[in-house]
Nanobody, 124 residues
Framework: QVQLVESGGGLVEAGGSLRLSCVASGRTATRYSMGWFRQAPGKEREFVAAITRNDGATYYPEYVKGRFRISRDSAKDTVYLQMNSLNPEDTAVYYC?????????????????WGQGTQVTVSS
C-alpha cells in the first residue's frame, strides 16, 4: 500500500509560480513511477507530468511543456512539480499518483495510488 500526500497549492496571480510536493509513504523511490494530474470543475482529470522509477526520464503534455517541471528526491520519497508562468487555465485540483509501470502512462487508470489533491487557483 502506498499513501501519497500533496501540499503546496494556493492562490497565485497569473504569471506566478508554485511548487507542489508529494510525499510518499513506504519505499517508493525505485518501485513506482510518479505522475501529476489535475482536474478542473466540470472537466476530466488530465495528465500534467510524469517521471520514471528507474532513470528519471520525464514526460509532459504540450500544454505545460516548458512551464512545468517534475522532479523527485528519492532519499525523501518526495516528488515535486515546479509550475512557472501560470495562467488561469491552470486552475484545478492537482493530484499526485503512483504507477508500477517502468514507463508511466498519461491516463488516470494507469495509476494505482492517488493523493487527496491540492487546490491551485490562478487569478487573472
Amino acid at each position: 500500500q502506498v499513501q501519497l500526500v500533496e501540499s503546496g497549492g494556493g492562490l497565485v496571480e497569473a504569471g506566478g509560480s508554485l511548487r507542489l510536493s508529494c510525499v510518499a509513504s513506504g519505499r517508493t523511490a525505485t518501485r513506482y513511477s510518479m505522475g501529476w494530474f489535475r482536474q478542473a470543475p466540470g472537466k476530466e482529470r488530465e495528465f500534467v507530468a510524469a517521471i520514471t522509477r528507474n532513470d528519471g526520464a520525464t514526460y509532459y503534455p504540450e500544454y505545460v511543456k516548458g512551464r512545468f517541471r517534475i522532479s523527485r528526491d528519492s532519499a525523501k520519497d518526495t516528488v515535486y512539480l515546479q509550475m512557472n508562468s501560470l495562467n488561469p487555465e491552470d486552475t484545478a485540483v492537482y493530484y499526485c499518483a503512483a504507477s508500477a509501470a517502468i514507463v508511466p502512462g498519461r491516463r488516470p487508470f494507469e495509476y494505482a495510488y492517488w493523493g487527496q489533491g491540492t487546490q491551485v487557483t490562478v487569478s487573472s
